[in-house]
Nanobody, 114 residues
């Protein structure tokens, strides 16, 4: 099981970014997929999850601004981020649990700054 997060970068406040999490070694559509983030000096925090049935749930801090989606043909999960704020600056990780084991991608840096 491997997860490869990408798509981070520097964006101005109010801007948008789309992060990708490419999965390999398992069929991502059969598992819940989660995005989390960690800002410097802070604990890693949950951002949102898409379930096997494609329902989604988000932390209140990103609700209405972030959207998680899947592309099953590419075995990839996305995090579309809009109306970005400086406090969204963090390393973003994707995560899944397969057969009782938790797997994390390597993270991608998102910096929101003017």
């Amino acid at each position: 099981v491997q997860l490869q997060a990408s798509g981070g970068g520097l964006v101005q406040p109010g801007g948008s970014l789309r992060l990708s999490c490419a999965a390999s070694g398992f069929t991502a559509s059969s598992y819940a997929m989660t995005w989390a983030r960690q800002a410097p000096g802070n604990k890693r925090e949950w951002v949102g999850t898409v379930t096997r049935r494609n329902s989604t749930d988000y932390d209140d801090s990103v609700k209405g601004r972030f959207t998680i989606s899947r592309d099953d043909a590419k075995n990839t999960v996305y995090l579309q981020m809009t109306s970005l704020k400086p406090e969204d600056t963090a390393v973003y990780y994707c995560n899944t649990q397969v057969r009782g084991e938790s797997y994390w991608g390597q993270g991608t840096q998102v910096t929101v700054s003017s």
